[in-house]
């Protein structure tokens, strides 16, 4: 049941993230003038963000609420966040003179937003397990990267909603969206402290789902017409027979003459 219910969750996910990234490339317009119609290089970004959070996210609901199903979209939600950053980088590198953005001096904006793509291809390429496998102990270590990454793409968000003119004529609302992403980061990676996790974890205590080895296993019902044959406990093993001990006649001579 458990399988069943991750493969679905799993098959759930591609199919959305499928679905939004078909949705960016075929009906997206880039055009400054365009009316009615998003702009695909700012949407292909936010979902990148938000998929990127999902995948953040997935650790402190297993911690504090039991949900451990949910650990198996971490990796898809990560690889999805890195897919969505791909099409971000591709789109602004239709946009203009490239070589231009990354001559001295470098602007913020596309520094912490070059950080943030590395780190997420570091990520991708070793989240098979053979990687994981030959890594060892660094694996993990080399994974949390992620908090980083995680903060390099808020802030390239922050910078970009502040100075991008695309972003103040194509999506002005999305100044709002990536404070609260701001606000998210900041509580995901606060509860992952230890000082703070053991604290918050007595009180999310009642809202967490028993584990499967956790819940009491009920009795099996009985099978109409089946009468269970119990085992006829075996009667008590008999005692040997004493047998009198000979005694010789001399003793028994010597004790009857001390009798009299």
């Known amino acids: 049941m458990r399988r069943l219910q991750a493969r679905w969750r799993m098959t759930a996910l591609h199919v959305c993230a499928t679905t939004i990234l078909l949705v960016i490339l075929t009906w997206g317009d880039v055009e400054w003038s365009a009316e ?5 290089l700012i949407e292909s970004a936010k979902w990148a ?7 953040l996210a997935i650790t402190p609901l ?11 979209l971490r990796r ?11 099409v971000h980088v591709g789109y602004s590198l239709a946009q203009g003179d ?18 943030s793509l590395a780190i997420l291809t570091v990520l991708a390429l070793t989240s098979m397990k053979s990687a994981q ?11 949390r990267l992620v908090y980083l990454g995680g ?5 390239h968000a922050l910078l970009a909603a502040a100075t991008s003119k695309r972003m103040f004529v194509r999506d002005p609302q999305a100044v709002y969206e990536a404070r609260l992403a701001l606000a998210l980061l900041a509580v995901l990676l606060i509860v992952r402290i230890p000082a703070v996790r053991r604290r918050l974890l ?11 080895h956790d819940r009491p296993v009920p009795d099996p019902a009985p099978i109409p017409g089946f009468t269970p044959v119990l085992p006829v406990p075996s009667p008590p093993a008999a005692e040997p027979e004493r047998l009198p001990i000979p005694v010789p006649e001399d003793e028994i001579a010597e004790e009857e003459a001390i009798a009299r």
Request: aromatic share 14%; with cysteine; glycine share 8%.
């Open 36 to 40: 009615g119609a998003f702009d695909p």
């Open 76 to 86: 898809p939600l990560g690889l999805w966040a890195f897919a969505f950053a791909l």
């Open 98 to 115: 490239v070589l231009a953005r990354w001559r001295p001096p470098i602007q913020p904006l596309f520094l912490l937003g070059g950080l």
């Open 133 to 143: 496998q030959r890594l060892g102990r660094a694996w993990k270590r080399l994974h």
């Open 151 to 155: 903060a390099a793409t808020v802030t």
């Open 49 to 55: 963000l938000r998929f990127l959070l999902l995948c």
């Open 202 to 212: 007595p009180i999310f205590a009642p809202l967490r789902r028993p584990r499967s």
């Open 62 to 72: 297993a911690s504090y609420l039991g949900w451990t199903t949910a650990v198996s």
